[in-house]
Each structure stands twice: as structure tokens, then as C-alpha cells.
């Protein structure tokens, strides 16, 4: 359904934004190796290289007046009156007589067109490489010849992100510049420590340039009244100290109907050994190749293609048609570019995280891993023995990760009794998409522990998974529960914390001597991954430890039904008094959604009624047409024992918000009992896609999902936040393609078990695993939910049951009739 903002053609794997003043900055990622962009709808963002704190190449200011200035622009000056505008609109705002921007995969085309010339960026990263491309085409639309002159501009960051913005008596003295004809490269502390530099270039002739921000802008003046566009002429400014930027200008002439395309090269440029060619002047060689590469007739659209192929390639190792118009869009296209986006920034840049407070979360990637191996499993295996590395001896994890040197954060620091256990998840994953169990014995090594020159991590990804399982069973409550830490998945319930202190992080204050404050939560994730253990050691031929795992199970299963059962839902945890919270006995928070999904997951409440009472109380309590709220009722005071949960306003974030990310396991609990109706349905209440007629009030992307909407305590109820970086993209996917469409990975092939909408006359999937490409149709022809009535593989009817890998790839057809 268009709306007056835009709308998706799927065809082209894009979606169509129509005007520029979208409700709030529409975000779309360049990028998927190590060189990242963020890109909004009107050009706003920057670019960085691997690491948005440690590595930012532009400036950008969030969270400033206006919202989104700062970006790769292109100012315009119109030859007939002088007037100065901008293709994407922002940031003069002149008005366009029409504009256009497609976010696609990898990349974004803004288009605007004022008084007869047209001005296309199509802006991308080619894979593999550190070079962003601008590639722009003028065109002349009117009956005579134009001069057209435009000039690029960006804003060079000073690399550290923090530092850039907060020490300006130093960075306001050394930014230094070298300009060679069309290459302008920023080489600020190149004279020192760094063997880098940015460089900005353009492939055509310019006519002049600007490296002076006040030259450029001025100094009293905005982006949207820049000194130099106004003036119609570059003013060859180098910059000595102050604000470094890069801008060219381009004079073109253009006869009726003459189209002219070149482009604008950024990249991050490693130099190497020598620096200089002379004392003080840095060799610049290497950023004179990439531009010399982009000069060559064809190489921008050469990498364009690549961009393309390489985006065709990962999508095709899923892709589906389902009745459903949302659900096959996302699972198509845009989920698993999401998980792209989530697999390689975490929880570190968006336009609501700034890139200098979050790295990479220990919890959020291993979760990430969930909706991203399948696409490309190398690059996962790497994540997860990285990830593992930052896991301590003792079991403890440091929260997040510094992706440029793979290092634990230490101002975050550890104890959410959680996060070990994510480990286990990501790795069995890896483990049934690819059937590697290599990794098991590869040494990750403990943060913590010194190795002797050349002998190597010693510890083994395996020994890391038992150290989680095994601090888990160490660290128990009076309940026999685990124990919570500083918080558990909810980073907002903090049991240990009592806080009174008004500039301290609920995260990090608070040790309360000797509490015992438990989790329900990380009790079902903890039966989850004892499952998953059992698994897996019965795959490689342990069953000792196999049984072993089924009696930690056994063991926590009956501690979660005899202590935290409340009556009609699972509880979600004890405070430091040993109070229950998530129970009837409260007057506010009575029931949570994550104890009642994990219990579900961990297979408590499965043979005694108690899963469906859950799912009924979630129902009749959480669940509404936005989605399904966190807890309930609201907390409308500040509650010392309970932490920053209480700190929201009503409705908002984890206080009684829809947090999408849980929602999900709710979605696989419900796929689990059979009803497929329920799970389509409340999926669909979280879905962007399907939001369209109410975008006014959801604000947000329509192509990606958001970490919460507000919830109905709130008077913005409906209103998304937070969109892109959170783990409801891996878990949405996990729902759509393992719950719903049933399509499983598993250690002895591909199962196909779906859990689908009872109207639904079946669907079909192209899966590649393991190397064969499996093409599947479902057929419902009883209108059932779920059940595998028959199964035929290749034209021959089999047992129901996982689908063998041939030995050599290929295509195998698979026919399942439920039923
Ligand atoms: C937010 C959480 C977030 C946490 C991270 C809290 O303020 O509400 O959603 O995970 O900060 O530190
Ligand atoms: C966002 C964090 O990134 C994630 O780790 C956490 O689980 C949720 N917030 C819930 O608090």
C-alpha cells in the first residue's frame, strides 16, 4: 500500500521514498565488509571503517537542530537565478520540483530535479573494498544548454569519534590536508601515529575545490546557507588546523537532453611503510590508485554489478512466497538485510545509537548470528571465535566488544548472567546450518589468560560452551534459579542496583552484598541451551555428556515449575528480598512476556497444560494491536529493588513498551503449541510492512524493524523508536523461516515442519544448505495448522523426518502435504 511517504516495489528489491520530509530521518547502511555508511534519505549521515568510535572517516552531529545535517551533499546552483539547491533536498530545503530516493541493498539513489536539471547520487560501497562511490549523473531536462555547476561536500571526522567531538582544544589545531588536483586527502595525524588518510576524489576535471570548513560555510553560517555555493566559486581553501572538509566543484556543460555521469570516490586509505616521499610530505600513492581505478571507463558500474551480484547471492540462499504480502517481503528482502546490518554493527551505530557508546554486545551478537549464518557461514564462524575470546576463565563475559581491536569493553564490564549463555545458541546454529563441527576444537582462548609467546589460545570453543553451562549451574539462588547479576536480557531489570544516585548506570552501579536475586529468564534460556547441549553431544557421539545435559536440565526444569510458577504464567524473577516479580501478588508488573517465552523454549510447562495457560495469560494480558507490551501493568513509580525498569514513563522502552526483539520468542512459543494463526497474526502486529496506514503515528522505516513501539500506557502508543540495530531482526527471522515456514537446519539435514495460518493453501521456499539448494512446496489442502501428513523427496515418498544432504550438491525437490 503506498503512502504519501513512498512505497515498496519489490521487483527491484527497493523501496520508494517520494518525499523528503519523511516523519523522522529514513536510515538506510552502505557497506558490508569493513567500510560502513549511514545514509539518510536526504544524504545525512557518515562513514566509518570497521569501528564507529575508533575508525570515523566524516562528522556527523547527532541528535542536532535540525535533526540530520551532516552527510554527502551535493549543492546545486542554478544558472538562470542563482538560486542553490539540493538534490536530496536537505540541507538548503529549496524546493524541488521532484524528488526521489530508492533505499536499496547496500545502497541509496536520491534523485531531484529543479528547474529543468535533474541530479542523480546513487551512493554504494563495492564489496570487498574501502571505497565509497558516489555516482552522479546530471542531466539537462530543458530546451537549452545549462551550465550547471555543483560542489561535493563532506565533513572529515578525526578518526577517534569521541575525541573529535569533545577535545577541542587539541583537534581545533591539527587538521591538516594535501590537495592534488581532484584528490583531496585528509591526513590529520598522519605526521604522527597513523599510516592512514581519507581521500576524497572526483573521476572528471574539476574546476575547483575547498578544504576549509569556514571557507566553505562560513563561519556564522548553516549547511543550508554555505558561503560557496552562494557565491557561485570554489575558493581553493587549504585548511591549516580548525574543521577540515572535502568539496569539489564541477562546471558542466550540458546542451537539451545531455545526460553527463561521473563520480565522487571516498575511501579509507592504509598506506603503508614508507609514509612520506620526503620529510613532512606523506606519500599519497595508494589513494591516488583507488582514484585512478574509478577513472576507468566502466569501473563504477563494474562495481555496481558486483554490488548487485553479491546481494543476489546471499538472498538466494532463502527465498520464499507465502500468501502473505508482508511476511514474503521481509523474509525476502528485507529481514535478512537487516540481520546483515545487525551481524556487522551490532548495537554500535544507527541514528540512535551514536557509535561511540555501544560496541559489540556479547549478548546482541551471538543472537545476531541466529538470522545471518545461513547467508554466509565463514564470516559467522570468525564472529563466533571472536566473540568467544571475550569470554573470561571464570565464565563471566565482557558485555561488549571494541570491533576494531576485538577487545573487551572494561568500562562496561561483565556480570549480566546471561550473556555466556547466548554462546551455546549461536554456536549450535552454526553447527546445523553448516555441519563444521570443527569449530569445537578450535582454541579461542579466555580473555584473561596470559598465553606464552607462540603456544597459542588453549582453550576450545567447546570448553567455552562448558563454562557457560557450568557458571550457570554455579551461580543458583535460594530457588535454585540463576542467579541475575547486573541484569539479564532485560539490561532494565536490575535487582542488585538500588540506585539513588542520579548519574550512575543502572547497568553498572550496585553489587548488593551477597544478594540472591534470580532469574526466571535465564533459567528457561539455561533449559534451552541444556537442549541444545544434549544435541549436540549426542550428534558427535557423547552420550555420557549428552545425559549429563538432560540432567541439568531435568534438574532446573523442576526448579522453574515448582518456584516460578505463579498461578497462570511463569514468574519472572525473585529481588534481592527474595520477593517475587513478574507475580499476582504485586500491584504493578504483575506478568512479563520474557520468562513466559524462555520457559516455553526450554520445554517447561510442555506436559502439564502450564505452556498453554502462559500463552493464554499473555494473550488476555500483554498482547495488542501493535504488538505484545513488555509487562503489565505499567510501573508508574520509581522502585529502588527494581531498577531502571521503573525509570521509564509508562509505555515506553522496557517499562510496559513493546520490545519487538521478545516478541519473537512468544511468536516460537506459539508456532511450538501448533497455532499458526496466532503466530502470523501477532507477527504481523510488530511488522513495518504491514504498518502502512499508520505511519503517521509509527514515524519510522517502513522496511525494517524498530526495538520498540510504545505501548498503550503511553499517549504515543503505536509510535516506533529505535529501528535497524536490535535482535528483532534475527529473531523475526528465526519466527518466519523456522517457526511459521518450518524450514529447520539441523545436525542430520533439513527439516520441514511448519507451523502456518490455517487459511493458508501452503507456500513454497528455495533453501540452499549445505551446498544443495533445496526447492520445497508445501501444500495445505485440510487447512491445518501444523503436521507433516506426507513427504516426498525427489518423487519418492519418505519417512517423515529430516531431509539427508546428498553428498554431492545439487538440487533436490521436496513436496510436503500437511495435513
Ligand atoms: C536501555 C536498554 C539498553 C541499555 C543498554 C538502557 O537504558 O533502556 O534498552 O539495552 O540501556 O545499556
Ligand atoms: C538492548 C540491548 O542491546 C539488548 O542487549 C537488551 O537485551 C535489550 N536492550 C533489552 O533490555
Not at 552420550?543 to 531435568?554: S, V
Not at 505499567?634 to 509508562?650: F, N
Request: aromatic share 10%; hydrophobic share 35%; glycine share 10%.
Amino acid at each position: 500500500m503506498p503512502t504519501r511517504f513512498g512505497h515498496f516495489d519489490d521487483e527491484a528489491r527497493e523501496f520508494v521514498i517520494t518525499r523528503p520530509d519523511t516523519p523522522l530521518p529514513w536510515l538506510n547502511y552502505l557497506g558490508q565488509d569493513d567500510l560502513f555508511g549511514l545514509c539518510t534519505n536526504t544524504g545525512g549521515g557518515y562513514t566509518f571503517w570497521r569501528d564507529a568510535k575508533l575508525r570515523r572517516l566524516t562528522r556527523y552531529r547527532y541528535n542536532n537542530v535540525p535533526l540530520d545535517v551532516g552527510g554527502r551533499y551535493l549543492y546545486v546552483r542554478d544558472d538562470t537565478d542563482g538560486a542553490v539547491w539540493n538534490p536530496g533536498w536537505k540541507p538548503t530545503k529549496a524546493a524541488l520540483d521532484s524528488y526521489e530516493c530508492r533505499v536499496g541493498l547496500g545502497y541509496t539513489r536520491i534523485t531531484g530535479a529543479r528547474a529543468g536539471v535533474s541530479v542523480s547520487q546513487l551512493m554504494f560501497v563495492p564489496p570487498g573494498e574501502d571505497v565509497e562511490l558516489w555516482q552522479v549523473t546530471v542531466r539537462n531536462d530543458s530546451e537549452r544548454t545549462r551550465t550547471v555547476r555543483l560542489w561535493s561536500f563532506v565533513e572529515f571526522a578525526f578518526y577517534e569519534a569521541l575525541n573529535d567531538m569533545t577535545n577541542l582544544q587539541r583537534t581545533l589545531s591539527i587538521g591538516e590536508v594535501v590537495v592534488d588536483g581532484p584528490a583531496i586527502y585528509h591526513v590529520t595525524e598522519y605526521r604522527e601515529r597513523r599510516d592512514h588518510y581519507t581521500l576524497f576524489g572526483c573521476t572528471r576535471p574539476v574546476s575547483g575545490f575547498d578544504t576549509s570548513r569556514e571557507a566553505f560555510v562560513g563561519v556564522h553560517e548553516g549547511l543550508h546557507e554555505a558561503r560557496v555555493p552562494a557565491a557561485g566559486r570554489a575558493t581553493g581553501s587549504v585548511a591549516r588546523g580548525w574543521n577540515p572538509i572535502g568539496s569539489h566543484e564541477v562546471t558542466l556543460q550540458l546542451g537539451p537532453g545531455a545526460t553527463e555521469t561521473f563520480a565522487f570516490v571516498l575511501a579509507y586509505v592504509q598506506q603503508g611503510e614508507p609514509k612520506f616521499v620526503a620529510p613532512g610530505v606523506p606519500d599519497t600513492s595508494a589513494g591516488a590508485a583507488v582514484l585512478d581505478r574509478y577513472r576507468q571507463p566502466g569501473a563504477v558500474q563494474e562495481a555496481r554489478e558486483r554490488l548487485r551480484s553479491y546481494w543476489d547471492e546471499r538472498l538466494s540462499a532463502f527465498q520464499g512466497t507465502t500468501p502473505d504480502e508482508h511476511a514474503t517481503r521481509m523474509l525476502n528482502t528485507w529481514n535478512q538485510y537487516q540481520c546483515m546490518a545487525t551481524f556487522n554493527l551490532s548495537r554500535s551505530a544507527s541514528l540512535f545509537e551514536t557509535g561511540i557508546g555501544r560496541g559489540m554486545g556479547f549478548r546482541d551478537s551471538n543472537q545476531d548470528l541466529l538470522g545471518f549464518v545461513h547467508m554466509i557461514p565463514a564470516r559467522a564462524r570468525q564472529r563466533i571465535l571472536d566473540i568467544a575470546a571475550t569470554q573470561l576463565s571464570d565464565g563471566t563475559c565482557y558485555h561488549q566488544y571494541q570491533p576494531l581491536t576485538k577487545k573487551g569493553n572494561a568500562e562496561i564490564g561483565g556480570d549480566f548472567y546471561d550473556d555466556h549463555l547466548w554462546l551455546v545458541l549461536s554456536t549450535t546454529a552454526y553447527l546445523k546450518e553448516t555441519g563444521d563441527t570443527s569449530i569445537l576444537t578450535e582454541p579461542c582462548g579466555y580473555a584473561d589468560v596470559e598465553v606464552p609467546d607462540g603456544a597459542g589460545p588453549s582453550a576450545s570453543l567447546l570448553d567455552h560452551l562448558e563454562t557457560s553451562i557450568a557458571y550457570t549451574l554455579a551461580k543458583r539462588g535460594p530457588h535454585r534459579l540463576p542467579l541475575i547479576g547486573h541484569a539479564d536480557w532485560n539490561d532494565c531489570l536490575n535487582l542488585n542496583c538500588f540506585s539513588t544516585e542520579p548519574n550512575e548506570s543502572f547497568q553498572l552501579a550496585g553489587d548488593v552484598a551477597d544478594s540472591q536475586a534470580e532469574s526466571v529468564m535465564i533459567a528457561g534460556l539455561f533449559l534451552y541451551a541444556c537442549t541444545e547441549m544434549a544435541a549436540l553431544y549426542d550428534h558427535v557421539g557423547r552420550p555420557a555428556d549428552a545425559d549429563r545435559m538432560r540432567a541439568a536440565h531435568a534438574d532446573m526444569l523442576a526448579a522453574v515449575e515448582e518456584h516460578a510458577w505463579d498461578g497462570a504464567w511463569y514468574r519472572r524473577a525473585y529481588d534481592a528480598a527474595g520477593e517475587p516479580v513478574g507475580s499476582h501478588l504485586d500491584d504493578e508488573g504483575r506478568i512479563y512476556i520474557e520468562s513466559q517465552g524462555w520457559c516455553l523454549l526450554g520445554g517447561a510447562g510442555a506436559d502439564n497444560g502450564r505452556a498453554r495457560q502462559a500463552l493464554d495469560s499473555v494473550a488476555a494480558h500483554l498482547a495488542t494491536p501493535n504488538g505484545i507490551v513488555l509487562q503489565q501493568p505499567a510501573y508508574t513509580r520509581y522502585r529502588l529493588e527494581l531498577g531502571e525498569i521503573t525509570s521509564y514513563p509508562p509505555g515506553v522502552k522496557e517499562n510496559a513498551g513493546i520490545f519487538c526483539h521478545n516478541n519473537s520468542w512468544i511468536h516460537l512459543a506459539m508456532c511450538r503449541q501448533g497455532d499458526g494463526d496466532a503466530a502470523l497474526a501477532s507477527y504481523l502486529s510488530v511488522c513495518p510492512s504491514a504498518k502502512q496506514d499508520q505511519i503517521d503515528t509509527y514515524r519510522l522505516e517502513p522496511y525494517v524493524y524498530a526495538q520498540t513501539i510504545d505501548g498503550p500506557d503511553s499517549p504515543t502508543f503505536g509510535q516506533a523508536k529505535n529501528s535497524w540495530l536490535t535482535g528483532t531482526a534475527a529473531w523475526t527471522f528465526v519466527v518466519l523461516s523456522q517457526g511459521i515456514l518450518g524450514i529447520q537446519p539441523g545436525y542430520d539435514g533439513l527439516r520441514v515442519d511448519p507451523c502456518i495460518p490455517s487459511g493458508w493453501g501452503g507456500f513454497t521456499v528455495t533453501r540452499r544448505f549445505r551446498g544443495s539448494t533445496f526447492r520445497i512446496r508445501v501444500d495445505n489442502p485440510d487447512r491445518v495448522c501444523q503436521g507433516v501428513a506426507r513427504l516426498v523427496v525427489d518423487g519418492v515418498d519418505v519417512p517423515v523426518g529430516p531431509i539427508g544432504v546428498p553428498a554431492e550438491p545439487r538440487v533436490v525437490d521436496v513436496v510436503v502435504t500437511l495435513g
